[in-house]
């Protein structure tokens, strides 16, 4: 790693976040995934992003996904979405837009920084751009989702562990010298 490598950490603003499960039969998967304009991904640890970039849905388990818009006033027209599109099929939704906090984590030094202390393999050929893994990060749990190559990352945490994940990634900064 160069002198010039560094990682960034930014939280970011409010998210819409929403909780999704239904049976994962195709026809419905299809139906909701266009409704919410992102597909639902079937394979395990895997993200959906609609066209626009502002809306991903991240695969939770075999028939749970997690729904996150930029738009943190979107939750109740996902939730109407999601209903519309069920049809005859069970879904439950629930909004938990206050469940999580998030940080965008990125830079040349980013895989460095979170390998300090996560418990999931990052190298590129285990970890790409649109996967995603509930995991441990110095001991919070944590859900990450690699959003792009180069790489960045947006980590969502919960509330009462953000400000301990928050120094735990600042102090990771400051003891590899960024």
Known sequence: ???????????????AQVTLRAAPE????ERLGRALGAPLP?????????????????????DEWLIVDEDRAAAAAIEGAVR??????????????????AFDVGGPAARDLLEGGITVDLHPRVFVAGSCAQTLLARASVLLWQRTE????????RPSFSAY???WLEDGRAALGW
């Open 1 to 15: 790693m160069s002198a010039l490598a560094t990682a960034t950490i930014e939280r970011v603003a409010a998210l």
């Open 26 to 29: 195709t026809g419905v998967v």
């Open 42 to 62: 079937l394979d395990p640890n895997r993200v959906g992003v609609s066209a626009t970039g502002r809306r991903a849905v991240l695969w939770m388990g075999p």
């Open 84 to 101: 519309g599109a069920a049809g005859d099929g069970f879904v439950v939704t629930v909004d938990v837009s206050e469940n999580r906090v």
């Open 150 to 157: 180069d790489p960045s990352y947006r980590l969502f945490v």
């Open 165 to 167: 994940v928050e120094a």
